[in-house]
């Protein structure tokens, strides 16, 4: 019964894992658990805001950890962070000195340490199965803020995001800021942009996407914004267009595999072979789909592109594609003819596999921009904020609210039912609901 409330609890309150993935964390609630895993690694190059959270509310993400390691029956919780964040290390330490259960696991400086699978085995050293999850395993993973969001949600819903900005800005900060506030005004809470022509990318800036309209607005699962010039390398990789990803593919790619040797999947012993779906890219016929096949294992963590690849090409894009054709065929990773079914087992070479983080800013062209980003209050009101109805995984919410109704910060303006996977979503602001559509509800102050 108790289980049951919590559920509903999270449910309504709209939370959904704040690490990227936009997973409803309800779902992972109603699961039965040994272990629950916080993931404090924080990986992507330049963000802070997981680090500032543990810093600032780390008795709040515990108290989070609790009630899910309550929900799950989980005997034991684990906070897996990076060895070098000696000052929050301390802080947590000092924190789970009153908590039962609760243990602290140092990770190295790696990516994608982050990467739920590595991070499944380097806390607790089970492999998650190819095509699985952690739950095979025993395990639930949740990001920081996501727990800090858990602890709240009898009192508070989903509202505000903790957001890192980056980059090209006059003032790197970190700050909570809320859903719906556009993209454009976040850069200006940072001082502006420090060059004239400039993009971002929303989210990390290995698995974030590139944007140039800054009116979009910020989404539960945004994690920060890096702001570059707009003929920064990173920029230009990540606005590739597919045919010319493809067609540079084809000609240029020489089977060195090192996409391959340094994946960190096929370390984990998947046998996802990158090098494998760029070979595709020389087939018709059912030869390519067998080769696309190893693209249904990709994490999507662009290792691969980014950093891996000495001609630059872009292997991730082209698991992106090979998985794309693959869903158009029916053909996923229980339809596939490969056979997914075996134990993975770690690669012997792995530990000396992996990719330094400071050496992933170096290649990413990044070392500029490597500063700190002090959190700071967000005292800025916006006057209108966009809601996206979609900002999660499954069926987009219901609107229940109407254009011209007063609503206050918290009130539910749009729901899912309970036979379907979603969020409910709510108002960040005090105002008047503006402009309803299929994608957003709009509130002006
Ligand atoms: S690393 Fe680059 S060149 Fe080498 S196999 Fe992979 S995609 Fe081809
Ligand atoms: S993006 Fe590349 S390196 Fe990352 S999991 Fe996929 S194939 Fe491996």
Same mark, same amino acid.
């Given at each position: 019964?108790?289980?049951?409330?919590?559920?509903?609890?999270?449910?309504?309150?709209?939370?959904?894992?704040?690490?990227?993935?936009?997973?409803?964390?309800?779902?992972?609630?109603?699961?039965?658990?040994?272990?629950?895993?916080?993931?404090?690694?924080?990986?992507?190059?330049?963000?802070?805001?997981?680090?500032?959270?543990?810093?600032?509310?780390?008795?709040?993400?515990?108290?989070?950890?609790?009630?899910?390691?309550?929900?799950?029956?989980?005997?034991?919780?684990?906070?897996?962070?990076?060895?070098?964040?000696?000052?929050?290390?301390?802080?947590?330490?000092?924190?789970?000195?009153?908590?039962?259960? @609760?243990? +602290?696991?140092?990770?190295?400086?790696?990516?994608? =340490? *982050?990467?739920?699978? /590595?991070?499944? &085995?380097?806390? #607790?050293?089970?492999?998650?199965?190819?095509?699985?999850?952690?739950?095979?395993?025993?395990?639930?993973?949740?990001?920081?803020?996501?727990?800090?969001?858990?602890?709240?949600?009898?009192?508070?819903?989903?509202?505000?995001?903790?957001?890192?900005?980056?980059?090209?800005?006059?003032?790197?900060?970190?700050?909570?800021?809320? @859903?719906? +506030?556009?993209?454009?005004?976040?850069?200006?809470? =940072? *001082?502006?942009?420090? /060059?004239?022509? &400039?993009?971002? #990318?929303?989210?990390?800036?290995?698995?974030?996407?590139?944007?140039?309209?800054?009116?979009?607005?910020?989404?539960?699962?945004?994690?920060?914004?890096?702001?570059?010039?707009?003929?920064?390398?990173?920029?230009?990789?990540?606005?590739?267009?597919?045919?010319?990803?493809?067609?540079?593919?084809?000609?240029?790619?020489?089977?060195?595999?090192?996409?391959?040797?340094?994946?960190?999947?096929?370390?984990?012993?998947?046998?996802?072979?990158?090098?494998?779906?760029?070979?595709?890219?020389?087939?018709?016929?059912?030869?390519?789909?067998?080769?696309?096949?190893?693209?249904?294992?990709?994490?999507?963590?662009?290792?691969?592109?980014?950093?891996?690849?000495?001609?630059?090409?872009?292997?991730?894009?082209?698991?992106?594609?090979?998985?794309?054709?693959?869903?158009?065929?029916?053909?996923?990773?229980?339809?596939?003819?490969?056979?997914?079914?075996?134990?993975?087992?770690?690669?012997?070479?792995?530990?000396?596999?992996?990719?330094?983080?400071?050496?992933?800013?170096?290649?990413?062209?990044?070392?500029?921009?490597?500063?700190?980003?002090?959190?700071?209050?967000?005292?800025?009101?916006?006057?209108?904020?966009?809601?996206?109805?979609?900002?999660?995984?499954?069926?987009?919410?219901?609107?229940?609210?109407?254009?011209?109704?007063?609503?206050?910060?918290?009130?539910?303006?749009?729901?899912?039912?309970?036979?379907?996977?979603?969020?409910?979503?709510?108002?960040?602001?005090?105002?008047?609901?503006?402009?309803?559509?299929?994608?957003?509800?709009?509130?002006?102050?």
């Amino acid at each position: 019964m108790i289980q049951k409330d919590f559920v509903k609890t999270l449910k309504k309150a709209g939370i959904v894992g704040a690490g990227g993935a936009g997973f409803p964390a309800y779902v992972k609630a109603s699961s039965k658990a040994e272990f629950v895993i916080v993931n404090a690694a924080e990986c992507e190059p330049l963000l802070k805001k997981d680090q500032q959270i543990l810093e600032r509310y780390p008795e709040i993400v515990f108290d989070g950890l609790e009630m899910m390691m309550k929900a799950t029956s989980a005997k034991s919780g684990i906070i897996g962070i990076k060895k070098k964040h000696v000052k929050v290390i301390e802080i947590l330490k000092r924190a789970a000195a009153s908590r039962k259960n @609760i243990e +602290i696991k140092l990770l190295g400086d790696y990516y994608p =340490a *982050g990467d739920e699978f /590595c991070l499944v &085995y380097d806390t #607790i050293g089970r492999l998650v199965p190819m095509g699985g999850l952690p739950i095979n395993v025993g395990a639930v993973v949740n990001n920081v803020e996501t727990l800090y969001n858990v602890a709240i949600a009898r009192k508070y819903p989903i509202t505000e995001k903790f957001l890192t900005v980056t980059g090209a800005v006059k003032k790197p900060c970190s700050f909570k800021a809320p @859903i719906g +506030i556009s993209y454009g005004e976040l850069i200006e809470f =940072a *001082g502006g942009a420090n /060059c004239k022509d &400039y993009a971002a #990318i929303d989210g990390g800036p290995m698995m974030g996407k590139v944007i140039t309209d800054f009116t979009l607005p910020v989404t539960k699962v945004s994690g920060g914004l890096i702001v570059l010039p707009k003929n920064h390398s990173l920029i230009l990789k990540k606005s590739r267009p597919d045919n010319s990803v493809s067609r540079i593919g084809k000609s240029a790619c020489d089977q060195c595999s090192f996409c391959t040797e340094l994946c960190p999947r096929y370390l984990l012993g998947h046998i996802l072979n990158p090098h494998k779906v760029m070979r595709s890219l020389l087939f018709s016929g059912s030869g390519k789909d067998i080769h696309n096949e190893f693209a249904l294992l990709c994490s999507q963590c662009s290792l691969c592109s980014l950093y891996s690849c000495p001609e630059n090409l872009d292997p991730k894009s082209i698991c992106d594609m090979a998985k794309k054709s693959l869903i158009e065929k029916s053909i996923n990773i229980k339809t596939a003819s490969m056979d997914f079914e075996n134990q993975p087992k770690v690669h012997p070479l792995r530990d000396y596999r992996k990719t330094p983080v400071s050496k992933l800013i170096a290649r990413l062209n990044l070392s500029d921009y490597d500063k700190a980003a002090p959190f700071i209050e967000f005292n800025y009101v916006p006057g209108k904020v966009r809601i996206m109805l979609s900002q999660h995984i499954g069926v987009p919410a219901e609107v229940i609210a109407r254009v011209g109704q007063a609503v206050k910060k918290g009130d539910t303006i749009a729901s899912v039912s309970d036979d379907k996977l979603g969020a409910y979503i709510h108002a960040s602001i005090n105002g008047k609901v503006s402009k309803i559509n299929n994608k957003y509800i709009e509130i002006e102050k």
